[in-house]
């Protein structure tokens, strides 16, 4: 668990449960952890900030998941994101392929599966 300290989380989460949930799991694997509560902030952060990974919720508004990886692909900045949201079906899939989406995970978020996806982009994109 010591080598989680060396990257930063960002949790980009409309919904205030369940980002403090993500925040609370990650935080507790050692990781350091920064928050949004929208696409448009999440900017501000990787502007302000050396990001490692990028957890963004598909629907937020003004902006969304798809907004903030456009974002991160436009101005290449080389963080891995994964899209959190409760929708399926293959037109999300095409668009994630669209937008270089690393992972997706599943609305309700488990923990568990949060955790070894985390790990697993981690050291995809890292080692």
Do not use: W
Not at 17 to 24: A, F, P, Y
Not at 43 to 57: F, G, H, I
């Amino acid at each position: 668990m010591s080598e989680n300290q060396n990257y930063t989380i960002l949790i980009a989460e409309d919904n205030d449960i369940t980002r403090e949930l993500m925040t609370k799991i990650m935080g507790s694997e050692g990781y350091k952890v920064l928050e949004a509560v929208d696409g448009s902030t999440a900017k501000d952060v990787v502007k302000k900030n050396e990001v490692s990974l990028a957890l963004v919720d598909l629907h937020m508004a003004p902006e969304g998941g798809f907004d903030f990886a456009k974002f991160v692909a436009n101005n290449n900045l080389n963080i891995p994101v994964i899209l959190v949201t409760g929708d399926q079906g293959m037109d999300l899939l095409l668009e994630t392929r669209k937008y270089n989406i690393a992972q997706m995970i599943q609305k309700p978020v488990e923990p568990d599966r949060l955790k070894s996806t985390v790990s697993r982009v981690l050291k995809k994109y890292y080692s």
